[in-house]
C-alpha cells in the first residue's frame, strides 16, 4: 500500500501569466472595436503602428523579421500578414536594391491616413483609462512591465546562447530555401493561398 503524503507542494504564487493573459484581454476589449470599425485584425494594428512608429523616427521601412521581432508575430505567420495588408493597399513591399533576398516593408498612403485617424481614437481611449485608474498607476504598470520584460528577455537570450554554444557543429549543409518570387519592378508577388495566416484575434 503507497504511502499517503500528508505534505503535497501548495502553490504560493498566483498564476502571473494568466494574469496578464486576463489584463491583455481587459485591454483589448477597450481597443478592438476601434480597430474593428475600420476592418483591422489585432496583428493589423500592431505592424500599422510598428511601421508609422518607425517612419516617425526617421526610418521609412522595416524587415518583416523586425516587424515580427516588433510585433509578437512568428516569422511563419508574418509573410501571411504582410501579403494580406498589401492587398487591403495598407502597405507597400519591395526588394532591397543592394540585396534582392530582403524585403522592405513601408506604410502607404491609405494606411498612413488611417494609422493617423486610429491614433487620435486610440489616444483618447488612453486618455479615458488614466481618467479612470489613474496616471500614476498607468506609469507604473509601464516600468513593472519593463523590468519583467528587461530582465526575463536578458534571461532568456543568455539561455539561448549557452543551448547554442553546446550544440555541435552540422555536418551537412541545410538545404538552401525557396525564395519569395518578386516581379520584375522588384515588388512581392502575392503569397499562395495556403501561406500560413495569422490568427485575426491574436494580439
Known sequence: ????????????????????????????????????????????????????????????????????????????????????????GLIARERMAGDQRRVAVS?????????????????????????????KVMHEVYDLLDVLIGHLGAHAEQQEEAAASAKPELTKSAKPTKAAKSTSNGKIAPARKSAARANSRDA
Open 1 to 88: 500500500m503507497a504511502a499517503v503524503d500528508n505534505h503535497p507542494p501548495e502553490l504560493r504564487h498566483r498564476n502571473l501569466p494568466l494574469l496578464l493573459l486576463q489584463a491583455r484581454d481587459a485591454l483589448m476589449a477597450q481597443f478592438r472595436p476601434l480597430l474593428n470599425q475600420q476592418g483591422l485584425t489585432d496583428q493589423q494594428w500592431r505592424i500599422v503602428r510598428a511601421l508609422f512608429d518607425a517612419e516617425t523616427g526617421g526610418v521609412p521601412a522595416l524587415e518583416p523579421r523586425q516587424l515580427g521581432d516588433a510585433c509578437q508575430i512568428s516569422s511563419p505567420s508574418i509573410a501571411g500578414v504582410l501579403a494580406r495588408m498589401e492587398e487591403l
Open 107 to 135: 506604410l502607404s498612403a491609405a494606411g498612413r491616413k488611417l494609422a493617423k485617424k486610429l491614433i487620435t481614437q486610440v489616444e483618447a481611449r488612453y486618455a479615458a483609462l488614466e481618467a479612470e485608474i489613474g496616471v
